[in-house]
């Protein structure tokens, strides 16, 4: 893993001072300059903080980790973790604050395998394979998608390889019978004017012989121009968000629907989606305006706002921004924007000129807060996971957070969990624990306690 090169995002980055000392913490997952992995670093800061947070188990072995997923088969439950390492698989089932090594994959010097979803009913996992893996290079590396057969959970086993010209991120749409895959920044052979990679879509109706379609989509996402797609969540209705540089659009990947840019009702196919909502963050909440990842809490209503408006779900995108700046205060942030007026195709007719944004409701941020250290590295908001009202998110050297959003105009901090190596990259809730991977520790184990 450590000839890897690993991608730092997004904002200008500053250079590293003397007082930090080398360690396995990771670059940061989504920039576009690429850093050798033996030149991981960490700030020499304050010992740990936890609050309202029992730590309740750990697995060491896990180190490199980066993300995971759940299956289930009957009354077994089974964690899937990808990272560095390729996959490790994990039995749940008699304690699941002590996760048993049951089978896995090796690969090491994989990358990055960010958000790596598993298909609950086929009992499959995707992995990205970013052109850095193995120590390539986004001009010189190959990227693609690895299939991992898991109906057998002892025995992982890889069930095809399909080279894609995008291999940072990759995600499920259409119910898992279709790959949408993103990132990182382009490549000499790609167009001069991209600012990064789109999105190419992949068929895997047959997982032994995946298609991919040879046209991305995603074009033109940052006011005109095509740019950087980081990584893709599906909410509880079907709509794909597609978040990045430029923002976070929506999009309806099966079914009829109107599509405000054409016009009329259409067909939509994971190949020719049928655009719904969303684009541009408001600069002054997203300066960068690179966008890691998002959630639409589709069909649920927030609490009264601060401002006695009523926020309902369908009308609010929560997202991270990626950025690193000289020192905490600068990095990025939560932001809840709302998705009204962005239902007619607004978000794709924003050019430099007449750009569109979307209302700020709220945001957050790691810096000043309490648990917060400022003299830490990397304090930049990473991937999250909501249940009801409670936000689970990570921010790498400060570890876990957990807020309560009932009112998106005013998210607070109600327990964090920030070991004094942290390096916490996803959180996810999985039956009442939340398990958290990090790059330095492994997995961690938590129970909120508030």
């Known amino acids: 893993m450590r000839g890897n090169w690993l ?65 289930q088969y009957g009354k077994r439950d089974v964690m899937a973790v990808s990272g560095e390492f390729g996959l490790k698989v994990y039995d749940l089932t008699k304690n699941p604050a002590a ?24 009992k499959l996992v995707f992995l990205a394979r970013d052109p850095r893996a193995y120590g390539g290079t986004t001009q010189t590396g190959e990227s693609g998608i690895y299939i991992i057969d898991l109906k057998n959970p002892d025995k992982p086993a890889i069930l095809s390889y399909t080279k894609v010209p995008a291999g940072h991120t990759t995600s499920c749409v259409d119910d898992c019978r279709y790959l949408w895959t993103g990132g990182p920044a382009k490549a000499a052979n790609q167009p001069a004017e991209w600012g990064g990679r789109p999105i190419w879509v992949t068929d895997i109706r047959d ?31 079907g709509v794909a968000w597609v978040s990045g540089r430029g923002g976070v659009r ?85 932001t809840i924007s709302s998705l009204q007026n962005s239902y007619n ?58 807020l309560d959003v009932s009112d998106p105009t005013d998210p607070k901090q109600i327990a964090y969990f920030r070991p004094a190596d942290a390096s916490a990259w996803a959180p996810y809730w999985h039956k009442g624990y939340v398990y958290v991977a990090d790059n330095t520790r492994g997995i961690d184990i938590l129970k909120l306690t508030a």
């Not at 810096?367 to 009801?388: K, W």
């Open 7 to 71: 991608l730092r995002s997004c904002l200008a980055l500053t250079t590293v001072t003397a007082t930090l000392i080398a360690t396995g913490l990771p670059a940061a997952a989504c920039g576009e300059e690429d850093k050798p992995a033996n030149e991981k670093v960490r700030v020499a800061g304050a010992p740990g903080a936890v609050k309202n947070v029992e730590a309740v188990g750990n697995v060491p072995d896990a180190q490199g980790a980066i993300a995971m997923g759940f299956l």
């Open 99 to 122: 996760p048993k090594l049951i089978g896995e994959v090796s690969l090491p010097g994989l990358w990055e395998t960010e958000d790596t979803e598993v298909d609950v009913k086929r």
């Open 207 to 237: 997982p032994r012989n995946p298609k991919t379609f040879p046209n991305p989509i995603e074009l033109a996402r940052n006011d005109g121009k095509t740019d950087y797609v980081h990584d893709v969540q599906v909410d509880d209705e």
């Open 250 to 334: 929506g999009y309806w990947t099966n079914g009829h629907h109107r599509d405000p840019v054409q016009g009329k009702v259409r067909r939509a196919t994971a190949f020719d989606p049928v655009p719904y909502a969303g684009g541009g963050i408001e600069e002054t909440a997203a300066p960068s305006k690179f966008m890691h990842n998002s959630f639409h809490p589709a069909g649920h209503r927030s609490a009264d706002g601060a401002d006695s408006n009523r926020w309902h779900g369908r009308d609010l995108i929560y997202a991270t921004e990626e950025s690193f700046l000289d020192g905490c205060a600068g990095d990025g942030v939560l």
């Open 345 to 402: 195709g607004e978000g794709w007719r924003s050019t430099p000129e007449k750009p569109f944004r979307l209302k700020s409701v709220g945001t957050w941020s790691v810096a000043g807060q309490e648990g917060s250290d400022p003299t830490t590295g990397d304090c930049s908001a990473h991937y999250f996971d909501v249940r009801g009202k409670v936000l689970v998110q990570s921010f790498y050297t400060q570890g876990t957070r957990f």
